[in-house]
């Protein structure tokens, strides 16, 4: 499974961004292989199209689950398309996130 979580920093010790498309970094976890790694978003800066911009960089990263504070309804509807699971009301480092839904496996 791969889990992405939007911070605010290239480092999997970052807070995560409270914007999910307007994130410049996506911390992503490989549960097979235990390593994480940070991918930018390039739709962070775009006027238009960010949430889209980055559903699309989950998908090219083969991403199951986003792990976020808040994801807009339309985000919500494109990462549904996109076959990828959106867990809400997460915050604090990313890192933790990703332990914590690990040990709940998504029951929150």
Known sequence: MRIAVPVSAPSKEALMDEKFGRAQ????????????????????????????AAVQTLRNHSVDVLLAENIGPKAKDLLAVAGIKAYEDYSGRGEDAIREFLTSQGSR
């Open 25 to 52: 970094w996506f911390l992503i976890y490989d549960s097979q292989s235990g390593r994480y790694e940070v991918v930018e978003n390039p739709g962070f800066e775009a006027s238009s199209g960010a949430g889209p």
